[in-house]
């Protein structure tokens, strides 16, 4: 610091260099810094010094505000990018789908022309690839630059992203980044992208990349596990259904059908996905309760007297009761339970009437009763279809729905061969979750925001 005495008198030297009238020159004017230095007192000199390190410092942190403020706008928009891809990774509950929401986001990240994230399956073969565009259902279609960093991925498993030129020297304008997709316990899919190599090589562009693919892994892995899940209980919902068909030799694929015609009559009547869903489990159930059936009945080649008939009824409240014990299924309870009632109330095993009468049951009874009026029995011959669509539309308003029924009698007979051969091919697919809204029907003991 400079004391009060010396201080002016260095501005009264630094006045006195001033033409009469007008402002004194700039100090970081370089040429009349240049005189002064030159021309001036030690005091002048040390103070010029000293102004030019306070213009240098005030310049500097000039320099270092205008990058913070480049660094929080960039930060911001690497938040909304991340905000945007994980809101819609979080709306996405099928493996294909999330993988195709992150090839789409990382090429955008990238600024590339190609993107594929591959699934491998437990071996390392790739199991699926998917693009931006859809999937790529030929695996020999992939680059082979990609395939090569796939394989390397796979079995090095590296943190930092992988680069490769284009094999052609001739397409060298773009570079192959790939990366992995995992959680701590599995590598859930390969990032590959073809971008230009400003982003490829530029460390906030790869920085981004990366945290997408951290939140896409979370959802990959939320949604194969859920597929496991729904996969188990579609399986368990199979094998009950083989199980009490196993009991009784005369109705063998009733429940496949039942649920076929179900499914056939909901598409006719416009019924929302989740009632599909719902018939297509709760048909496959409809008859679980025949396991509490002694089989002196369920086996009975004859008519069943009244009562081994009140016995028989009971099939429906035991079901209902089986399908009670696992909260994951209740939401078929309906079907099971109301698949007997009547329009007219004089069904079982509640009475129930009208619309009383889940919408997804009536449309189960109408199937369930077309199948056991069109399958032979060893006392009776099976209906031709015209004839017993006929005879559904007689009992239309007594014992089925009438609204249901019109659209059940305009159906032709070979959409109902079309629809068993759907359930079949349905049946014996490795992939049974694509029609099944599962989370929908799923007891995740929290509250709903919607049915």
Request: charged letters at 20%; glycine letters at 6%.
């Amino acid at each position: 610091m400079f004391h009060d005495g010396k201080f002016a008198r260095m501005s009264h030297d630094l006045s006195a260099r001033s033409p009469a009238g007008t402002a004194s020159p700039l100090i970081g004017d370089p040429e009349y810094t240049g005189r002064l230095v030159s021309g001036g007192s030690p005091d002048t000199r040390e103070l010029v010094s000293t102004v030019e390190r306070l213009t240098e410092q005030v310049n500097s942190l000039e320099t270092q505000q205008l990058n913070f403020i480049q660094a929080d706008i960039q930060h911001l928009r690497e938040l909304a990018v991340l905000n945007r891809a994980a809101d819609a990774l979080g709306q996405r509950r099928n493996f294909a789908q999330v993988m195709l929401e992150t090839a789409s986001e990382a090429l955008a990240i990238m600024q590339g022309t190609s993107a594929w994230i591959i699934e491998p399956d437990a071996s390392g073969k790739i199991r699926a690839i998917q693009t931006a565009h859809g999937p790529l259902t030929d695996p020999s279609k992939l680059p082979l630059e990609a395939r090569d960093l796939y394989d390397r991925v796979v079995q090095e498993k590296p943190n930092d992203p992988l680069i490769l030129p284009h094999y052609d020297p001739e397409a060298c304008d773009k570079l192959f980044v790939a990366q992995k997709v995992a959680t701590g316990k599995h590598l859930m899919s390969v990032a590959i992208i073809y971008a230009p190599p400003e982003t490829v090589t530029d460390s906030h562009h790869i920085r981004l990349l990366q945290s997408l693919l951290q939140q896409a892994a979370i959802a990959c892995e939320n949604a194969r596990l859920f597929e496991t899940l729904s996969g188990m209980i579609v399986d368990v919902v199979i094998a009950m259904a083989l199980a009490i068909e196993s009991r009784d030799p005369y109705t063998g694929g009733h429940v496949m059908r039942v649920t076929a015609y179900s499914l056939l009559l909901a598409n006719a009547a416009g019924l929302s996905d989740s009632d599909k869903s719902i018939l297509r489990l709760g048909g496959l159930l409809h008859d679980i309760g025949k396991v509490a059936v002694p089989d002196a009945i369920l086996r009975k080649p004859d008519k069943l007297n009244d009562a081994e008939f009140e016995i028989m009824k009971a099939h429906a409240s035991v079901g209902h009761q089986i399908i009670s014990e696992i909260p994951q299924l209740m939401w078929v309870g309906s079907v099971v339970r109301s698949h007997h009632e009547r329009w007219d109330g004089a069904g079982y095993p509640d009475g129930l009437s009208g619309e009383r009468i889940p919408l997804v049951a009536r449309v189960a009874a109408i199937a369930d009763m077309f199948d056991a009026m069109t399958s032979d029995r060893p006392y009776r011959k099976g209906m031709a279809f015209d004839v017993a669509q006929k005879e559904i539309a007689r009992c239309a308003g007594t014992q089925f729905d009438g609204n249901l029924t019109r659209y059940f009698v305009d159906l032709a007979p070979e959409t109902f061969a079309l629809a068993n051969l759907h359930m079949r091919k349905w049946r014996e697919s490795g992939n049974r979750l694509g029609t099944l809204g599962i989370i929908d029907m799923l007891d995740l003991n929290l509250p709903r925001i919607s049915s």
